[in-house]
């Protein structure tokens, strides 16, 4: 074989030279990708210099700065959207009962949503007339406690004595029709934002037990798809104890307005259908309800009678040792299997950090808590 044809053979199985070599990065920097697309190879990163760490750093916070800036704004609306979907999650088992019944989920939320704005209805009916009805007694007798109050003798010394009555009248003149105004507008404003609010759980309600599957599968496809079917199930069980707690809640706040419709009826204190539905709407808060309804209920036979408002207070006491200590920890315990003191101190926490939304999602949430912390982290403490 001659020079020439040697020289060919070895040009052949010798490995081509690459017309681009790849710059070989120094000890600092970082590689060079090496795959090479549509619009070429793409280049080294950015060194990460102190500024533009620095500068990532700020944009960061300043992100979220702005981030919480909008959410305080909006928590007022956000308030309203959890409250309906704590309530969609609460009427969904209704729901689904009415759908194995062979309705079809819009005609099972619409018997759902009937059911309620009857609740809202008759709410309503009990509680209107009362207040309408005192407040127009009050405003005839006004003129009346006028009157007695100027033939008071102690308000006739106070009277001859400090001026008493020509001070307060020179005061009430400058500002009696400012002040009404302020509070006409102020009642006003405040009986619209109500019914606004009211309006717009309701709805969102509404909306949200229409799509609440879709919904759910929607947050699950979220999920890693080889954790999907075990966060699935976890989150049903969740889901399933909030709906619980709510019928238990509300079985427990029918029976503590039928006890104190039948007592008010038998006791013969004015308005006991109006004070047993506040009895029953204020036994929905966990711990304080309860009490607060008692209050009001006193206060109300207190000024019928000393005899009425003794027995309305020892009535009260009896039946709160009655459903705190049997009623309510036998249908709690049914339904959410939440211990006693588990449950006052998440209550207590509740209502510190967020008022009444939050004494009424803190037992739920505390069940979910435990649900979570006995399918979940004690079985992975348990593998180590």
Do not use: W
Request: aromatic share 8%.
């Amino acid at each position: 074989m001659s020079d020439e044809e040697r020289a060919a053979v070895e040009g052949e199985s010798a490995p081509h030279a690459s017309p681009d070599p790849e710059p070989t990065p120094g000890p600092d920097e970082a590689p060079v990708p090496a795959s090479t697309g549509r619009f070429g190879r793409p280049g080294r990163p950015l060194r990460q210099s102190p500024f533009l760490i620095g500068f990532i750093g700020g944009l960061g916070a300043l992100l979220a700065y702005t981030a919480y800036q909008a959410i305080q704004n909006a928590a007022g609306v956000l308030i309203l959207i959890f409250v309906a979907l704590f309530l969609a999650i609460g009427l969904n088992p209704a729901v689904d009962r009415l759908r194995r019944f062979g309705l079809p989920r819009g005609a099972a939320v619409a018997a759902v949503t009937f059911g309620l704005l009857l609740l809202l209805c008759g709410g309503l009916f009990a509680l209107v007339p009362p207040v309408v009805t005192q407040s127009t007694e009050f405003a005839d007798k006004l003129p009346q406690y006028i009157e007695d109050l100027k033939n008071n003798a102690t308000i006739n010394d106070l009277n001859e004595r400090y001026d008493v009555i020509d001070k307060v009248q020179n005061a009430v003149n400058a500002d009696t029709i400012s002040g009404a105004l302020g509070g006409v507008l102020g009642g006003a404003q405040f009986l619209f934002g109500t019914v606004f609010r009211v309006l717009t759980v309701l709805v969102l309600t509404i909306y949200f037990m229409a799509a609440f599957d879709r919904i759910k599968g929607a947050a699950y496809q979220l999920v890693p798809a080889s954790r999907r079917e075990r966060v699935a199930l976890i989150t049903d069980e969740i889901l399933s104890k909030v709906g619980a707690y709510m019928v238990g809640a509300i079985a427990i706040a029918v029976v503590a307005g039928v006890s104190t419709y039948i007592f008010l009826i038998i006791a013969g204190v004015a308005y006991p259908f109006a004070l047993a539905v506040v009895v029953a709407v204020c036994d929905l808060i966990p711990q304080i309800g309860a009490t607060i309804g008692a209050v009001v209920v006193s206060i109300v036979g207190f000024a019928e009678s000393l005899p009425v408002g003794i027995a309305c207070a020892i009535f009260f006491i009896v039946y709160q040792q009655v459903e705190n200590y049997l009623i309510y920890p036998k249908v709690m315990r049914r339904s959410v299997e939440v211990s006693d003191v588990a449950a006052i101190v998440a209550a207590l926490l509740g209502v510190a950090l967020f008022g009444v939304i939050g004494a009424l999602v803190a037992i739920p949430a505390v069940a979910a808590v435990q649900l979570i912390l006995r399918e979940v982290v004690v079985p992975r403490q348990q593998q180590r």
